[in-house]
Structure formats: C-alpha cells, structure tokens
C-alpha cells in the first residue's frame, strides 16, 4: 500500500533546476516529520532534506545540498517539495519522500547526523532525477 506520492522527477541539464512533489495523506502529513531521501546507483540512501510540519522549526540539510535544494511545505493541501536548483551530475539518484510516524524530527538531524532512513514509517516509490553533464 502507497502512502506518500512523489512526482516532479526527469532529465535535467547540469545547473538546471526541478521541482519534486510528495502527496501525503492527512494521517501522515500532520504533525510529522517529512523527509527527503536520495539513493544513487550503488550508494546508501541520503537524507538530504527534512521539514517538521507541526511548526515553525527551521528546516534541515545534507551539506551536500545546503544552498541549492529547498524543502517546503503546503498544509492545505498536505504536500512537501523540494525545490533543487544549480544541479550537477552526482545529483543524480531516485528520490523518496518519507515520513516518521507522526513524530517530530529528531534532535540529532539538526545536530548535523542527518535523517536515519530506519527512524522512518511511510515511504513512496520515489521518482528518478537525472543530471546530464
């Protein structure tokens, strides 16, 4: 059973930008900690953005996309995004939205360990962005 959607993925030149989605339902959207991960070709899933929709607590990043990626949030309409500008090969990956079990964000992804892909409950199949160099 699918719980959370992501679309928005595609081929992108290297410097382009996307715009990934995550449909959640309203069960699972709030309050919760809504994550997006990445996992490229024969490498481990990466949390690179989390977002905490039960309040205003700054979002968190991998360092690898601090700067260019943005994590938002539409409470009327319990979707996140991800707004991934300035993209460059090694972006490339399948991307997944996930969720922890209406639970906030952990203390240690703000602290700079980033999102664990253990501490999550829902996930969606995730959606394929590709960077052509």
């Known amino acids: 059973q699918v719980e959370l959607v992501e679309s928005g993925g595609g081929l992108v030149q290297a410097g382009g930008s996307l715009r990934l989605s995550c449909a959640a339902p309203e069960s699972i959207y709030r309050p919760n900690c809504m994550v997006w991960f990445r996992q490229a070709p024969g490498k481990e899933r990466e949390g690179v953005a989390a977002i905490f929709t039960g309040a205003t607590n700054p979002p968190i990043y991998a360092g690898s996309v601090k700067g260019r990626f943005t994590i938002s949030q539409d409470n009327a309409k319990n979707m996140v995004y991800l707004e991934m500008n300035s993209l460059k090969a090694e972006d490339t990956a399948i991307y997944y939205c996930?969720?922890?079990?209406?639970?906030?964000?952990?203390?240690?992804?703000?602290?700079?360990?980033?999102?664990?892909?253990?501490?999550?409950?829902?996930w969606g199949k995730g959606t394929l962005v590709t960077v052509s160099s």
């Open positions: 996930a969720a922890r079990g209406n639970q906030v964000c952990k203390q240690s992804y703000y602290a700079g360990t980033g999102p664990a892909a253990d501490d999550m409950s829902f």
